[in-house]
């Protein structure tokens, strides 16, 4: 490395990859590993590859970086490896280095990253003649942004409709006060599940604040477009520092990784821990019915929340539970992937949704947007009317109000 300073990012990445043994362990929970059977798609292959491109062993030629823009960043090595390597943190610094992917499409994801944009296109989607006209004319990735679009619009109603019980009285907030991050994407496509954080949060006696919609940065940072995803941090830094609150909390886990970069002195979470910590204080109605529960990468391996969603969800008398398989069964959706390469993407989903046939359930839950509209297209084009559900949209239909 010859006497680079430790601060040069070619030097910090060459650190992180010494950091790996070798030893092979994180490749039976590597989705993409298990998708090629290829060395260099799997963790310890893309390290090797990061090394060499930091060293400067090896030009970044399209062979070279192809593997490491298909890596999911599911982090599921990162949480089995043995040497603690800090992996998340490498492919983001190798991919700062080489900039964004050449298939990754800029102008579209600059729609996405907007929610009033989002909702012209969610009020698209209403008009069924419209969709299927577009996706005729538009180019691919267009295409694949517009088959994300929820095509059940009567599901979505519902869902909200029920979410309409009485409002809980504003409290002390005796649980401490909670600001709630609406996203972009979320803040449009998961407007029903904010809206059951807020109800359920305020049941258990926190009060809840709502930050304004906007994006937090985390399609541009894992995508190697540093300058945006450094520009949205500083926004989310100014909307945290406008208000008075204990806890931030994002109901798309997506989002964690990125808000806690940006804010590492604050508590940043999914509100299931907060809910489970006043538990007490909430009643569910029974519900007898058989629902699966996907389990997004970054709530088992960022948020780590998954078994207190789990017993959270166990509340609901008479809920029949069925988890999904974990690792290496990631669905594909991974942020901006599913659009990059939206075949990839298919054939990870193919594993989730030929499980889900099998169980006879009456809702797929999933806690991460991205993750949810990418299953719900997979269930659309396998026909079938299966609706997919937020966890805490399911809790609030149950929740008793007092």
Known sequence: MNGMPLENPRHRIAVLADQCVQCGLCLPVCPTYALDGNEAESPRGRIAIAAALARGQFPPTPELRTPLDHCLGCLSCERVCPAGVKYEELLVETRALLGPAPERPGLLLEVV??????????????????????????????????????????????????????????????????????????????????????????????RVVRLPALCCGALDLHDGATRNAETAAARVRQVWADVSADHLITVTTGCLSTLRQA????????????????????????????????????????????????????????????????????????????????????????????????????????????????????????????????????????????
């Open 113 to 206: 990253k907007r929610p009033a944009l989002n909702h012209r296109l969610q009020d698209l989607a209403r008009w069924t003649r419209a969709k299927h006209w577009l996706g005729r004319v538009l180019p691919g990735r267009w295409r694949e942004a517009l088959s994300l679009l929820p095509r059940n619009q009567d599901q979505v109603r519902r869902a909200q409709d029920k979410l309409k019980h009485p409002r809980p009285p504003a409290t002390g907030g005796e649980g401490g006060t909670v600001a709630l991050f609406p996203g972009c994407t979320a803040s449009v496509q998961d407007a029903e599940a904010e809206r059951a954080a807020e109800m359920l949060l305020t049941a258990a006696g926190y």
């Open 263 to 402: 804010l590492p002195d604050v508590r940043v979470d999914d509100p299931y821990r907060l809910l489970a910590e006043r538990i007490d204080r909430l009643q569910f109605h029974p519900l007898p019915a058989r629902v699966a529960l996907h389990v997004p990468c970054t709530q088992a391996n960022v948020a780590r929340s998954d078994a207190t969603l789990t017993q959270l969800l166990q509340r609901i008398p008479q809920l029949e539970l069925k988890r999904l398989p974990t690792p290496p069964y990631c669905c594909g959706s991974a942020g901006s992937h599913v659009l990059q390469f939206p075949e990839r993407a298919a054939r990870l989903r193919e594993g989730v949704l030929s499980h889900v046939e099998t169980l006879d359930v009456r809702w797929l839950l999933s806690s991460n947007i991205g993750c949810r509209l990418h299953l719900a297209a997979g269930l659309d084009e396998r026909s079938s009317n299966l609706p997919t559900l937020h966890p805490l949209t399911l809790l609030a239909q149950q929740w008793i109000p007092s």
